[in-house]
């Protein structure tokens, strides 16, 4: 069972036809709330053995965030703290991560809406 397929299983998501390496986008939004993110901070803890599920966790974690963010949740929301948390305290994990959500060196107006606290954190 690929990683994916595991995390759908183990967590009741949908497995959907086929989902790609952009499965964190893919999945539909019933399963990109608030809710379903305390979720996901609880199972990137529980798979501490395995970085493939931490990074695909974290990725979902960031996108949905970012949605959360777009539409008025403060940075402050403790589910928005504690994955940014996790992030920066398993920094080689997800150097990937914090580079693409970081937004080179493009002003935050032409970024996403995670940027300036990714930017904030990494200064820190």
Not at 15 to 25: N, R, V
Not at 67 to 96: I, M, Q, R, W
């Amino acid at each position: 069972m690929d990683v994916i397929s595991k995390i759908c299983h183990d967590l009741g998501l949908p497995t959907g036809d086929g989902y790609t390496q952009d499965w964190a986008y893919e999945l539909p939004d019933e399963y990109r709330t608030k809710e379903w993110l305390a979720k996901y901070i609880v199972a990137y803890s529980n798979y501490s053995d395995s970085l493939e599920a931490r990074r695909e966790l974290m990725a979902l974690s960031l996108d949905i965030i970012n949605d959360l963010l777009a539409s008025g949740l403060s940075t402050a929301d403790e589910h928005v703290v504690k994955t940014l948390g996790l992030l920066f305290e398993n920094y080689p994990v997800h150097s990937d991560l914090i580079t693409y959500w970081e937004c080179g060196a493009d002003s935050p107006e032409d970024c996403f809406a995670l940027t300036p606290e990714i930017r904030r954190l990494k200064e820190s």
